[in-house]
């Protein structure tokens, strides 16, 4: 633009006309203003470029920070949790077949009782409630499975699992305080319910 504009001046000169010098005030501004623009470009280049290198800075210095030595592995015979109290809630240890984890609650009453089962062939829950007693229990083995419900006071009222005298066949068992009172047998397809009038004192359906 400023190169244009001397041209212009010195062709008006040389044909005697008297050129107009606000024409040419008009065009050195503008070609300050896009110096000016052009400088003010290049600088906020330089800036961004400066925060774009703090940034990665920052971030190479979050990932490459040393973490503090952590145990990855806790190893002890036995692990017990205890309240401010003092008062054991779990316990954690090695069994003869298994390890084993027992639930307590605030008052000693153990609640959660997780280990093998007897013959150490299968796992073994025992739930209780609060007071100590018996509510469920759940185990396998080689055999099978089975599960176990009890009344308030700890007597058997539910019974579903295998059936011991034929493998691969399913018994339920309902009973009260402890008593049978009906077996459902899907081995034989029959269902016992309990008849003191019978001789084996048992009513067989179907008959």
């Known amino acids: ?38 400088k003010q470009l290049k600088n906020q280049q330089r800036f961004n470029i400066v925060i774009l290198l703090l940034l990665l800075v920052t971030l190479l210095t979050a990932f490459t920070r040393t973490l503090p030595d952590v145990e990855p592995v806790v190893k002890a015979n036995k692990f017990e949790l205890v309240t401010a109290q ?5 316990v954690m240890e090695p069994r003869e077949t298994a390890a084993e984890i027992a639930l307590y609650n605030n008052e000693g009453k153990l609640l959660l009782n997780l280990g093998a089962e007897v013959k150490g062939e299968g796992a073994f829950l025992q739930l209780k409630n609060r007071k100590g007693q018996n509510s469920l229990q759940m185990r396998c083995n080689n055999e099978g499975a089975a599960l176990k419900m009890y009344d308030d006071k700890s007597n058997s009222i539910v019974y579903i699992g295998e059936d ?19 077996i459902l047998n899907a ?5 016992y319910i309990a008849n003191p009038k019978m001789k084996t004192g048992y009513s067989i359906l179907p008959d």
Request: avoid cysteine; aromatic fraction near 8%; glycine fraction near 4%.
């Open 86 to 90: 003092g008062k054991t809630v779990l």
């Open 164 to 182: 011991k005298l034929h493998d691969r066949a399913g018994v339920i068992n309902l009973a009260e305080n402890d008593t049978q009172k009906i």
């Open 187 to 191: 081995h034989e397809k029959t269902i």
């Open 1 to 38: 633009m400023l190169i244009f504009a001397l041209f212009r001046y010195n062709l008006l000169f040389i044909r005697g006309i008297k050129p107009n010098l606000p024409y040419i005030q008009t065009s050195f501004t503008m070609q300050n203003q896009i110096n000016r623009l052009e």
